[in-house]
């Protein structure tokens, strides 16, 4: 087993067939031609992606000891469903343009209003389409882990997780958006975003899912095991995602190089630069975070305040200590040898990622 693909490309055929399996159920609610197009926006945006939370919660599985069970693929890809109700609507929240390399869905559907010559406002109908959208996939995400064919017994006992899961990413969307509108940026706000806004809800609580519904109860070495692991590797994959956003390469993460920096997102990278800057590179900071006109230019500029001060190193050397820390606790967990071969890959694969 390779350490950076195997794990992923085990799952990923059995998820992308689960949620195509799952929209064809619901087709015949979208005959009218006026309605097909919410179908076809979803079809489009669920298809690809990396999907690492269905990695997760299906390792997990492996690892409490859980065989092939085509119940386990649908439930864990109905994470995927999940994800993509999150982005439609953190696109909305962050005014994004583009989302994969395409105009992200409040935007296309803005273009629809515009291109038609439609009554009121294009804007306001693409945001408010975008919302909708969202919400369907946050019920189908639902429907699918209710139907997914696992035992009612295991996902009785794994609902509560479930629940939590949702709550933690709808409160850690609700954090990001109170530091930007704080205008904060301290070591403390910044990591407590990256755990509640992708950390829980991307590896955690993915991994506690599958361990839960394979053990079929809820045992202290599976929470040590998820706050140990997943905790650390959940926050390592934000940061990575933190340092993706300013400095990543745009045909590969798919969004305009410094997104994040027009979008004024307070990640850690800010925060620990401005721990770090003089008072030229602080204003320099303070006058072009959050700019959405920021050009290439600017990009720049901020791009060489966060380097020079040491940020974006600070930050690849939390990312390799978290991830060392999760892999030495995978190291004494009770579990599947197969499985924590895998969990040590996807652990590497979601902090080394460059989209």
Request: charged letters at 25%; glycine letters at 10%; one cysteine or more.
């Amino acid at each position: 087993m390779t350490p950076s693909a195997a794990p992923l490309d085990h799952v990923r055929p059995e998820v992308d067939r689960s949620i195509r399996e799952f929209l064809d159920r619901q087709r015949p609610l979208f005959d009218d031609p006026q309605l097909a197009v919410l179908l076809s926006t979803a079809e489009g945006f669920l298809t690809g992606g990396k999907r690492l939370r269905p990695a997760f919660c299906y390792w997990g599985w492996r690892a409490a000891g859980g065989g092939e069970e085509p119940g386990l693929h649908m439930a864990a890809a109905s994470l995927e469903l999940l994800q993509a109700s999150a982005l439609i609507h953190d696109d909305v929240m962050d005014a994004s343009d583009v989302r994969r390399g395409m105009p992200s869905v409040h935007r296309r559907f803005e273009q629809v209003h515009a291109d038609s010559g439609w009554h009121g406002s294009a804007e306001q109908f693409g945001e408010g389409v975008a919302v909708l959208l969202g919400n369907l996939l946050l019920v189908w995400a639902g429907e699918m882990w209710r139907t997914s064919g696992l035992p009612a017994e295991a996902l009785a006992v794994a609902q509560p997780v479930h629940d939590h899961m949702l709550t933690e990413l709808m409160c850690g969307q609700y954090l990001d958006l109170l530091e930007q509108a704080q205008g904060e940026s301290t070591f403390e706000g910044a990591l407590r975003v990256a755990l509640y806004k992708s950390g829980k809800y991307s590896v955690e609580q993915p991994l506690r899912l599958g361990l839960v519904l394979a053990a079929r109860a809820r045992h202290d070495w599976i929470d040590r095991l998820c706050a140990q692991y997943g905790t650390q590797v959940g926050i390592a994959f934000q940061l990575r995602d933190d340092v993706l956003g300013v400095f990543g390469d745009p045909a590969e993460t798919g969004k305009p190089a410094g997104d994040d920096l027009r979008e004024g997102k307070r990640t850690m990278l800010i925060a620990r630069a401005l721990a770090e800057a003089s008072d030229v590179q602080a204003q320099a900071v303070r006058s072009l975070l959050g700019d959405p006109d920021l050009d290439a230019r600017g990009v720049e500029r901020l791009r060489s305040v966060i380097e020079d001060t040491g940020a974006l190193a600070a930050c690849e050397g939390m990312i390799k200590r978290y991830l060392d820390d999760a892999l030495h606790a995978l190291e004494q967990a009770p579990i599947d040898e197969t499985a924590r071969t895998a969990l040590a890959a996807l652990a590497v694969a979601a902090t080394t990622r460059r989209t």
